[in-house]
C-alpha cells in the first residue's frame, strides 16, 4: 500500500531562513501531490499542489520539488516567519483501491516547523 | 466562500458510549471525506462519499463506525460502541471532484477533537 513519509519530524528555523521540508511516497502510481499547513487546533490548509508532470512549482513565498526518480518531494519556503509555524504535510494521490476512477489522498507523518523570532 | 462546517468542536465520552460527528461541506462540493486523525499522525481516510454514494471506506472500521450523507450534502459519522482508541480528532473534507485524474484540492474543516475516557 502506499506510505507516505517525511525524513525530518521537527526543524527550526531563525525567523527569515529559508526552510525546506522533505516527504517521501512509496506508490509509484501516485499522480498528484499536496503540501498542507496545520495550525494547533485547525484543520490543514492548502498550500501548494503538483503533478507528477512537473518537477517543479512555485507560489508565493514556497516552491514545491518533485523528483519521481526517487519518489521525493520537497516544500521550500522562503524567509520563514513566525506565523509559518505549524505541522506540514505532505499527501499523494493515488486511485482507490478497487479500481474505481477516484483518488485517495494519502498523508504523510507530517513535520513541525518552529520559526524563531 | 464558506468553509467545510463541523460540530461539535470537542467531545468527551465514556468508553462504550456511542457519539455522533456533523458535517457540512462547502456549497457545490460533490465529494466529502472523514478522516481519523490519531495525535502526531496524518490523517487517515475513514470514507468517501460521491454525491450520496460510497466511493471508498476501506479503512472504516465498520463494525463499530457508520457514516451516511443521504441528500448528497451534509454528512454524519457515528461510532458506536466507542473505544479508548478512538480518541482522535475527526477531520471532515470536501473537494469538487474526487476522481484520480482530476485536480483533487480538499478542503478541511476544523475537526471534532475525541476524548473516549
Known amino acids: 500500500g502506499e506510505s507516505v513519509g517525511l525524513h525530518l519530524p521537527t526543524l527550526s528555523v531563525q525567523e527569515g531562513d529559508n526552510s525546506i521540508i522533505n516527504c517521501a511516497y512509496s506508490n509509484s502510481a501516485s499522480d498528484y501531490f499536496i503540501w498542507y499547513k496545520q495550525e494547533s487546533g485547525k484543520g490543514p490548509q492548502f498550500i501548494i499542489d503538483i503533478r507528477s508532470n512537473m518537477d517543479k512549482r512555485q507560489g508565493q513565498r514556497v516552491t514545491v520539488l518533485l523528483n519521481k526518480t526517487v519518489k521525493h518531494l520537497s516544500l521550500q519556503i522562503a524567509a520563514t516567519q513566525p506565523g509559518d509555524s505549524a505541522v506540514y504535510f505532505c499527501a499523494a494521490l493515488a486511485p482507490n483501491a478497487g479500481g474505481t476512477s477516484y483518488g485517495k489522498l494519502t498523508f504523510g507523518q507530517g513535520t513541525i516547523l518552529t520559526v524563531h523570532p | 466562500e464558506a468553509g467545510v462546517a463541523q460540530s461539535p468542536r470537542y467531545k468527551i465520552i465514556e468508553k462504550r458510549q456511542s457519539v455522533a460527528f456533523w458535517c457540512n461541506p462547502i456549497s457545490g462540493h460533490a465529494t466529502l471525506y472523514w478522516y481519523q486523525q490519531i495525535l502526531g499522525q496524518g490523517p487517515k481516510l475513514l470514507i468517501q462519499?460521491?454525491?450520496?454514494?460510497?466511493?471508498?471506506d476501506s479503512q472504516l472500521p465498520k463494525d463499530r463506525f457508520s457514516a451516511e450523507r443521504l441528500k448528497g450534502v451534509d454528512s454524519t459519522l457515528k461510532i458506536q460502541p466507542a473505544k479508548l482508541e478512538d480518541s482522535a480528532v475527526y477531520l471532515c473534507?470536501?473537494?469538487?471532484?474526487?476522481?484520480?485524474?482530476?485536480?483533487?484540492?480538499?478542503?478541511f474543516g476544523a475537526g471534532t477533537r475525541l476524548s473516549v475516557l
Open positions: 462519499f460521491q454525491n450520496n454514494g460510497v466511493v471508498d
Open positions: 473534507a470536501s473537494s469538487h471532484i474526487g476522481t484520480f485524474l482530476a485536480k483533487n484540492i480538499q478542503y
